[in-house]
Structures are given as C-alpha cells and as structure tokens.
C-alpha cells in the first residue's frame, strides 16, 4: 500500500517562498509521474505540477509557471515543489499524488500553505 507524506507547508508573506516535501512508502515512486495538486477553500482540486518518472519533463498550471519548480530524487523516494513568489491565490491545502499503472490514484494527507501579511 503506498502511503505519501506532504511537509513543509506554513505561513508566509506575500513574496516569500516555501519548499514542500512529499515522501513515498510502500512503494518505489521511480515507475510513476508523481503531481502536486491544491485545493483553496470553497474550490475544486487542481493540478499544480507534474513530474515524468526520471524528472525530463515536467509541467505546471499557467498560475504558477515561472514562481514553482517541481522535482524528484529517486533515490529518496521524494518529490519536491520550490515555490518562490507566493501569493495569497496560493493559498490552498496542497497534495501530493501519485497514478499507477492501473489508473489508482494515491493522495497525502495534504499541508496547508497560507500566504497572507
């Protein structure tokens, strides 16, 4: 069963920047695209970023492209979003996923980012 982890959520002033975390166990995340997704309050989840499974190729949602870099390290079994620029639109409770072969998709348990003066 994979489990994933999200960290590195916080409070952070307009402008700011903020590193999320999303560790994976259970299973090796090297097979799979892994994604960032984010819900605001009142919202629908949205895809944030995602991240082929050696990390050549990647793509982000138009409000975040240029302010957030997604990444992995196989090797830790983690993926990474650096988010520079923040805005309070970013607010949200943000996700990590990962889809496997079979169409399942697996969720954290999410970490808040608040950015806000």
């Known amino acids: 069963q994979v489990q994933l982890v999200e960290s590195g959520g916080g409070l952070v002033q307009p402008g700011g920047s903020l590193r999320l975390s999303c560790v994976a166990s259970?299973?090796?995340?090297?097979?799979?695209?892994m994604s960032w997704y984010r819900q605001a309050p009142g919202k629908a989840r949205e895809l944030v970023a995602g991240?082929?499974?050696?990390?050549?190729?990647?793509n982000y949602a138009d409000s975040v492209k240029g302010r957030f870099t997604i990444s992995r390290d196989n090797t830790k079994n983690t993926v990474y979003l650096q988010m520079n620029s923040l805005k309070p639109e970013d607010t949200a409770v943000y996700y990590c996923?990962?889809?496997?072969?079979?169409?399942?998709?697996?969720w954290g348990q999410g970490t808040q980012v608040t950015v806000s003066s």
């Open positions: 996923n990962l889809l496997n072969f079979y169409g399942k998709n697996y």
């Open positions: 259970g299973s090796t995340i090297s097979s799979y695209t």
């Open positions: 991240i082929t499974r050696t990390g050549g190729s990647t």
